[in-house]
């Protein structure tokens, strides 16, 4: 800014004063704002983390089905065998029978004398009947059982189940995803990926999808994580620059357009909800089954509402991973629809019950759809 040269000194000196304080209530304003912005916004950056490995699908075991089919076939043949083997050796062994009884036939000899039944070849006979007293050596060892009884209800998996603590959750995680789909007659293309990250008892899921040269959009959940469930606490989408979010304290949700509802127990938001049904497959809280339904409330910037997804089909995908099994999961029509923006997702149970894949429907013009690539983790 140029000083008018036909200005007094004192004059100059007043314009500069105005000028100076101007740049500071600017400053002043900056600051504030960004102080207002970093309170609304209640996202603390985690620090990004070091994969170490790439998940593969695990392949279930098939041994244990083939030796437990071969294992009754044997006994039938080793009976057989062993009654004509007997009458063929008794010709030739007879001494050898006899020496073996002596130790035994204690207990005959004192119900009747030996003599009368010495025309006994059939006497070789009574220690062959004398096998079923290996059957009482079972009976003995019978009881064995009945300590390993004891570890059915092993007191050590029902803790597991009980107290899994943190360690239930899954390490840091990130899933890379192929984008494709199609806005209006035209093919999208693109990447997109899903971060899962924990430090001590916070947690934050990241959702990130760009469409090559038109868009971008950035979904952030940070709250905390316990056994059981996620606790989100700040939820904020950012589209093409421009964010909104919400916040969610211990007994309210306060949406973007300051609106405040009661919050619901087991609410959820858009980024959270992929790592939650996650773990509530993985943990055994719901089971994954065709039929089977899942609900809980889910917040929007704009919006609190329940959401119900139905298992609808088991199916196999060809991934970047390979071929792999996984459940279809599709949203029913909320109550009070406000757009027409929704989420099908199917999760892996040999892969962590991670989500492989997922579809965003944009009504009948747009859709979004994400195919698992890879998968790293801590």
Do not use: C
């Not at 008018?4 to 314009?15: C, I, M, S, W, Y």
């Not at 059915?152 to 899994?164: C, D, E, I, K, L």
């Not at 609900?295 to 704009?302: I, T, Y």
């Not at 089909?313 to 970047?320: A, V």
């Amino acid at each position: 800014m140029a000083v008018p040269h036909d200005l007094n000194p004192r004059e100059r000196r007043r314009l500069l004063a105005v000028v100076a304080l101007v740049l500071l209530l600017h400053v002043a304003a900056l600051e504030g704002l960004l102080r207002w912005t970093a309170e609304t916004r209640l996202l603390k950056p985690f620090v990004a983390p070091m994969y170490t490995r790439l998940l593969e699908p695990e392949k279930p075991a098939t041994p244990p089905p083939v030796v437990a089919q071969a294992a009754p076939a044997p006994p039938p043949p080793t009976r057989m065998r062993a009654t004509p083997s007997v009458p063929a050796q008794s010709t030739r062994t007879l001494p050898e029978i006899r020496k073996e009884p002596p130790p035994k036939p204690p207990e005959p000899v004192a119900e009747a004398p030996a003599p009368e039944p010495e025309p006994a070849p059939p006497e070789p006979e009574t220690p062959v009947a004398q096998a079923p007293e290996p059957p009482a050596s079972d009976t003995t060892a019978a009881p064995s059982p009945t300590p390993s009884a004891s570890a059915p209800g092993s007191t050590g998996t029902a803790t597991a189940t009980v107290t899994p603590g943190l360690d239930g959750w899954p390490s840091d995680t990130r899933l890379s995803y192929r984008l494709g789909g199609r806005f209006r007659s035209g093919e999208l293309y693109g990447d997109a990926r899903v971060l899962w990250q924990r430090e001590d008892k916070r947690y934050q899921v990241r959702v990130e999808v760009g469409l090559t040269f038109l868009a971008s959009l950035v979904m952030t959940s940070q709250g905390e994580v316990d056994p059981a469930t996620l606790r989100p606490q700040a939820y904020e989408e950012v589209r093409n620059g421009r964010p909104r979010g919400l916040r969610l304290n211990e007994s309210e949700v306060i949406l973007a357009n300051g609106k405040v509802m009661p919050r619901p127990p087991g609410v959820q938001d858009t980024a959270s909800q992929f790592v939650e049904l996650s773990h509530r497959f993985a943990s055994g809280q719901e089971k994954l089954e065709v039929g089977r339904a899942v609900s809980f409330w889910m917040a929007r910037p704009g919006a609190l509402d329940l959401w119900t997804y139905d298992v609808v089909e088991r199916e196999m995908l060809k991934t970047g991973l390979g071929e792999v099994e996984a459940f279809h999961l599709k949203p029913r029509p909320i109550a009070n629809p406000r757009g027409n923006i929704t989420a099908e997702m199917w999760f892996a149970p040999s892969l962590q019950y991670l989500p492989v894949r997922i579809r965003v429907n944009m009504g009948e013009e747009a859709h979004v759809d994400l195919l698992v690539q890879t998968i790293e983790q801590k």
